[in-house]
């Protein structure tokens, strides 16, 4: 009988988990919901086996103080990130604090029956590792609980950039600047914690204690183990996507890159040669790059024809002006996500030439050897671990800013524009835009007001996916209207980072060539045509060739139109000595040609 109430205790905490997350997390896909439950009932299951197999009730100090613990790990960072975010990032869909919550559960009960059934060594062996489990999880809600008080927010990329670059002299004159009486209550408090978790755990043993056999004792310490490691172990390990956890690798990632990656720019810059080609520009003048995201051609109206017309702009711009407003109908994404995608997109290295991403020279260092002013403006995270080596690249602008640091800012792309009013249009200037586009989730990529296919606010992922290449439309558009009119533009080029499939579910290998195929266009002012003749009858030539977008740079190298010892136009697309066809040509990281994609055939 007793094993039907551990079976409905399962699926009260299957409850709570859904409950708790899809309250954090405004407009979940379906896809997203079923994923999340899966990973809820095998958790909740293992969360309530240690106790059911031995058939003992929750109970007794020890419990007791597991299950503060880990509830206290479960809500601590989801709730201070929902109390400081809710209004402008609606969503942090896969972090599993929740979770990995049950799990401790699970590797700690078990622990804890193991303990009680082998002797005094067992017992004080299994109730020491359990208080350090208890205090390491409990400080780390601490301190996150004291941050939050101090600053009004839930810790983020820049604290904890100044945690992880913290010296302990740092702290200690930190701690300096409060009050003493503020420092000696602060570790008191820690004091406090510590010998809470060990007290519970060295109270009078538990009175079923006897029970358990030493056999079974055997099958717990396994549970505890295996639980134990598939929380610790590897790089997708649910401790590791836990949000604190997460936060604080990213940011000692980052760290780690950014300092290799200043040693190899200055070793770069050292022997970049660059000449320029055509002629000079009549007056200062800006060429913009805009970098989309998860847009693919298969649902652009310009591209695809379809009854949706979901970019009804681009398709106006190339039907009515060709000679200036040219598609690219054949670009691919060289890999399935950003950062893989936009480190290789953004440099000389590719999935031809073997080098490194490291050692590469970049757009921005192109641009800067012409002279031009870099600003680089972003709607995506500053860091992060699909972000990072983006950051690195554009940190190496004259100006780069994201809105996502900029409190009380909607995170619409559209709020991109302002910046465009800091450049200065007396100079030469490259503008780089990278969008949140069509990320999802799709319903919060732009505002209800501009739904155009299905319910303002209902989530539907196909038409919320519409939607937003719609919103994205009118962004480029803008950016085109606001750029002519106030800096001179003499191009702009636009591609996506990958493309998307809001119907299917998004898996981490290779899934079909929908997700690879990309919108692009490149529009040219009249003096570019004349200043720049050369490029310009290549890319009219070549237009309609298969590219994949880890040649951008040396698309963006040609429409500068330069010479360079870091430049190879048999890359470009924008030279008559592009080599590439789709025989050549890969995506998935150099793991499956294009040729491979049935459209390819048809073309």
Not at 68 to 81: D, G, I, K, N, R
Not at 296 to 317: H, L, N, V
Not at 427 to 452: A, C, D, I, M, W
Request: hydrophobic share 40%.
């Amino acid at each position: 009988m007793i094993l039907i109430y551990y079976l409905i205790a399962a699926i009260l905490l299957f409850g709570m988990a859904k409950l708790l997350h899809e309250s954090f997390n405004k407009g979940l896909s379906l896809s997203s919901r079923h994923q999340q439950g899966s990973r809820f009932a095998v958790a909740s299951l293992m969360a309530t086996v240690p106790l059911a197999l031995t058939c003992m009730p929750p109970c007794g100090s020890r419990l007791i103080a597991v299950a503060v613990s880990v509830v206290a790990w479960m809500l601590t960072y989801p709730v201070l990130f929902h109390i400081s975010s809710r209004k402008s990032s609606p969503d942090y869909d896969n972090y599993m604090d929740t979770a990995t919550g049950y799990y401790f559960f699970g590797a700690m009960s078990a622990l804890t029956i193991a303990g009680y059934a082998t002797g005094s060594v067992g017992y004080i062996a299994s109730g020491i590792l359990l208080s350090l489990v208890e205090f390491g999880l409990l400080a780390l809600c601490f301190a996150q609980i004291v941050y939050f008080a101090m600053y009004k927010k839930c810790i983020d990329n820049n604290g904890m950039i100044l945690v992880e670059q913290t010296h302990v002299n740092e702290v200690i004159e930190f701690s300096r600047s409060y009050p003493p009486a503020a420092s000696i209550a602060t570790i008191i408090a820690v004091m406090g914690l510590c010998a809470a978790c060990f007290a519970a755990n060295f109270m009078p043993t538990h009175p079923q204690s006897a029970i358990v056999p030493l056999w079974m004792a055997a099958i717990e310490i396994v549970i505890a183990v295996a639980l134990s490691i598939f929380i610790f172990r590897g790089k997708r390990c649910p401790f590791r996507r836990c949000g604190i956890v997460k936060l604080f690798l990213d940011v000692r990632e980052f760290s780690h890159s950014n300092t290799d990656y200043k040693e190899y720019q200055a070793r770069r810059l050292s022997t970049l040669s660059v000449t320029p080609q055509g002629k000079p520009w009549s007056k200062p003048s800006t060429i913009v790059m805009v970098i989309g995201e998860s847009a693919t051609r298969d649902f652009c109206s310009a591209f695809t024809p379809m009854k949706e017309d979901t970019t009804p702009w681009i398709r106006q711009m190339a039907e009515a002006d060709p000679a200036h407003f040219m598609l690219f109908p054949n670009a691919y994404s060289c890999a399935l996500y950003t950062v893989a995608t936009l480190e290789k997109a953004l440099t000389e290295f590719n999935q031809y030439n073997g080098k490194n991403f490291n050692e590469a020279c970049t757009v921005v260092d192109i641009a800067h050897a012409l002279g031009y002013r870099v600003h680089w403006y972003s709607n995506q995270g500053h860091l992060g671990a699909f972000d990072t080596r983006v950051t690195l690249v554009a940190e190496t602008s004259d100006v780069a800013k994201w809105t996502k640091q900029e409190l009380n800012r909607v995170q619409y792309d559209m709020t991109l524009l302002d910046f465009i009013d800091e450049l200065n249009p007396e100079v030469n200037n490259l503008l780089v835009f990278h969008l949140k586009g069509s990320h999802f989730n799709f319903l919060n990529r732009y505002p209800q007001e501009y739904t155009v296919w299905g319910k303002p606010g209902v989530q539907d992922n196909v038409p919320n996916y519409m939607n937003s290449l719609r919103y994205t439309d009118t962004v480029l558009h803008a950016i085109f209207d606001r750029c002519r009119e106030k800096l001179n533009m003499q191009a702009m080029l636009y591609f996506s980072d990958h493309g998307q499939i809001p119907s299917q579910r998004r898996t981490p290998g290779f899934d079909g060539f929908n997700n690879v195929r990309i919108p692009m266009f490149l529009w040219v002012s009249d003096e570019y045509i004349s200043k720049h003749p050369v490029p310009y009858k290549a890319l009219q030539a070549n237009h309609n060739r298969y590219f994949t977008n880890d040649l951008a740079y040396n698309l963006m190298c040609g429409l500068m139109d330069v010479k360079s010892n870091c430049y190879d136009e048999s890359d470009s697309i924008a030279s008559e000595k592009y080599r590439h066809t789709v025989e050549t040509l890969l995506t998935d990281d150099g793991r499956m040609p294009l040729t491979d994609d049935p459209t390819t055939h048809t073309k």
